[in-house]
C-alpha cells in the first residue's frame, strides 16, 4: 500500500482524490500497489466531505511522514507551493503537481533535486490539462530534433474566441457570458493576456530543447484587443483566429511567442474549438503529431495529476531521466522574427500600403471605410517600422505559422 498526501483540496486536488477513489481497483492493478490518500492538506475544513477525517492544516505532519512517498501538489501560484515541493523532495518523497507557474518557474532545480534523490518530480497536468504532453516529449519523441511546437494551451481563450467567431460579438461581450458560465475567471488577466499560455510554451520548450526556458523571456500578446471586425476579416480568408503558444528552432535560434495568429482550414488545429486545447509538434524525423483533448476542467486535470502519481509508484525506487538543464536557453530578439501580417489600416491609406508593402494580399471584409491585406513574411521590425509611417493603422494579426 502506496500512502500520498494531497496539498490543496480545490478543484483539481478534490478531482485527485475522486480518480483515486473511483478508478480505485483498476489503478492499483496498473501501479502494483494500492494507491491510498493519507493526508489532505489545506487551510480550510470540509465537514460535509468524508475527506475530511485526511485533513490536516500543518505540512509538517506530512514532510515528518515516513510512510508518505509521494506528495500531491495542486495548490497553484509558487508561494508556498514552491518551498513546500522542494522541502518533500529533499525529504525523499515524489512529488505530482498540476502547476504550470511553478514549474515554469521552478522546474530545473526540482527535477534536479529528484535527480539527486533518486526519486520523480512529474508535472504532467501542468500544460494541456488532461493532454497527454509532457510524458509523450519525454519519452516517446526522443528520437527527434523538435522543429517546431504550435499550441492553443489556454481554454478560456480558446472559449472566447470561438464564441466571438460564431456569434460575432465583441470580447467584453463572450468575456462576460464566458464568467457567468465560469469559463473564465472573475479576474481574467493571466488567461486573457496570454501569461497562462506563457508558462505552458516555456515549459514545453524548455522539455524539448533540454534547457531553461525563462517564461519572462517570450513576448507575450493576449486576445483583448481581437474585435468583432477582425472575425469578418478572417471568414472572408476562410480563417479563424486562435491565440498560440508557439515556438521554433531555425538555424540554431529559438524562437518563442504567445499571441492571436490566423489559420486557414487546412491547419489541423483549426477545428479545436470551445475550452478544448492541441498541441502540435513537429519533429525532423516524425514529422508533425497533435495532442488534442481537455485542457482544463477537475476529471481530466486530476486523471493526468494521477497518471503521474501511477508513474511515481511504478518507479519508487528509480529516477526517471528529464532533460532540463538549469542552464538558461536564450530567445531570439521577437524584432527578428519573421512572420506574415494582417493588416488593417483606414481606406485613405490604401494606395500607401500598395506602395509601401511588396506582394500584399488584399481582403476584403465587408467593413465600410477600411483597406485589409496580407503581407509577405518579413522580421517583426520591419513591420514595425513600415507601419509606423500609417496614420490610420488600426490593427495586425500574424498569418499562420508556418517554417
Ligand atoms: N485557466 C486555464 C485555461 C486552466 O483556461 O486553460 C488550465 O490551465
Redesign the pocket.
Known amino acids: 500500500m502506496v500512502k500520498i498526501a494531497v496539498l490543496g483540496y480545490g478543484t483539481v486536488g478534490s478531482g485527485v482524490v475522486k480518480v483515486l477513489n473511483t478508478n480505485a481497483k483498476l489503478i492499483a492493478g496498473r501501479a502494483g500497489e494500492e494507491i491510498e490518500v493519507k493526508y489532505v492538506l489545506d487551510l480550510r475544513d470540509f465537514p460535509e466531505d468524508p475527506i475530511q477525517s485526511k485533513v490536516v492544516h500543518d505540512y509538517s505532519i506530512i514532510l515528518e511522514d515516513p510512510e508518505v512517498s509521494v506528495v500531491v501538489e495542486t495548490m497553484g501560484g509558487t508561494k508556498p507551493a514552491y518551498e513546500f515541493v522542494k522541502n518533500a523532495l529533499l525529504a525523499g518523497k515524489s512529488v505530482c503537481t498540476s502547476n504550470?507557474e511553478l514549474v515554469a518557474a521552478h522546474g530545473a532545480e526540482l527535477i534536479h533535486i529528484a535527480e539527486e534523490k533518486n526519486i520523480n518530480f512529474f508535472f504532467e497536468a501542468s500544460v494541456g490539462?488532461g493532454i497527454p504532453i509532457i510524458r509523450p516529449l519525454n519519452v516517446c519523441l526522443t528520437a527527434d530534433k523538435i522543429e517546431q511546437i504550435n499550441g492553443i494551451?489556454?481554454?478560456?481563450?480558446?472559449?472566447i474566441l470561438t464564441k466571438m467567431a460564431k456569434e460575432g460579438s465583441d470580447f467584453d461581450v463572450v468575456l462576460k457570458e464566458a464568467q457567468e458560465l465560469g469559463?473564465a475567471?472573475k479576474d481574467p488577466t493571466?488567461?486573457v493576456e496570454g501569461y497562462?499560455a506563457c508558462r505552458?510554451i516555456a515549459i514545453l520548450t524548455s522539455l524539448a530543447y533540454g534547457q531553461q526556458v525563462d517564461y519572462e523571456d517570450i513576448y507575450t500578446e493576449g486576445i483583448t484587443k481581437i474585435t468583432a471586425e477582425d472575425f469578418k476579416y478572417a471568414k472572408a480568408m476562410g480563417a479563424v483566429i486562435k491565440i498560440f503558444g508557439s515556438s521554433k528552432k531555425i538555424g540554431g535560434k529559438l524562437y518563442a511567442m504567445v499571441a492571436p495568429q490566423m489559420i486557414k482550414s487546412d491547419n489541423p488545429l483549426y477545428s479545436v474549438d470551445d475550452?478544448f486545447?492541441a498541441i502540435s509538434v513537429t519533429g525532423n524525423m516524425l514529422g508533425d503529431v497533435m495532442f488534442y483533448g481537455k485542457?482544463?476542467g477537475k476529471e481530466a486535470?486530476a486523471s493526468a495529476v494521477v497518471s503521474d502519481v501511477v508513474d511515481a509508484v511504478k518507479h519508487s525506487a528509480e529516477h526517471v531521466k528529464v532533460k532540463w538543464e538549469v542552464e538558461k536557453l536564450e530567445v531570439s530578439p521577437m524584432d527578428e522574427m519573421e512572420n506574415r501580417f494582417f493588416v488593417r489600416i483606414g481606406a485613405e491609406e490604401k494606395e500607401k500600403a500598395m506602395a509601401d508593402f511588396d506582394d500584399i494580399a488584399v481582403i476584403d471584409g465587408g467593413v465600410e471605410g477600411e483597406f485589409g491585406f496580407v503581407t509577405p513574411k518579413m522580421t517583426e521590425k520591419q513591420f514595425d517600422e513600415a507601419i509606423s509611417d500609417f496614420n490610420t493603422f488600426k490593427t495586425r494579426i500574424r498569418v499562420g505559422f508556418e517554417g
Open positions: 504550470k490539462g494551451l489556454n481554454g478560456t481563450t480558446n472559449y469559463y475567471e493571466a488567461d497562462d505552458k475550452v486545447n485542457g482544463a486535470t
